[in-house]
Nanobody, 118 residues
Framework: QVQLVESGGGLVQPGGSLRLSCAAG????????MGWYRQAPGKQRELVAS???????NYADSVKGRFTISTDNAKNTMYLQMNSLKPEDTAVYYC????????????WGQGTQVTVSS
């Protein structure tokens, strides 16, 4: 069982920045594909950004150039730096860990609310 705990959400004005954190219960980055997802009211959950164990990253078109995914192996923590935030970025953000080989090993954090509003 992998525990993931998000933090860092909140209310921010358009154009502002936030950094989300996802603390994992142990070092998992070498065996898991790590990702950030978000779900806005009335919409499906969507992938925002992901990172492989080799450090390759992937971003949704809507956040390219504004968001950056990263990990700190020493702290077993994944981050999502969000800049130039827009009202349409408002959602609950979830971190995810998906095992590279064993599909059933797929874990989610509890989610953190991000609200972009003036």
């Amino acid at each position: 069982q992998v525990q993931l705990v998000e933090s860092g959400g909140g209310l921010v004005q358009p154009g502002g920045s936030l950094r989300l954190s996802c603390a994992a219960g142990g070092y998992i980055f070498n065996n898991y594909l790590m990702g950030w997802y978000r779900q806005a009211p009335g919409k499906q959950r969507e992938l925002v950004a992901s990172m492989t164990n080799g450090g390759n990253t992937n971003y949704a078109d809507s956040v390219k150039g504004r968001f950056t995914i990263s990990t700190d192996n020493a702290k077993n923590t994944m981050y999502l730096q969000m800049n130039s935030l827009k009202p349409e970025d408002t959602a609950v953000y979830y971190c995810n860990a998906a095992h590279r080989i064993i599909a059933v090993l797929n874990y989610w954090g509890q989610g953190t609310q991000v609200t972009v509003s003036s």
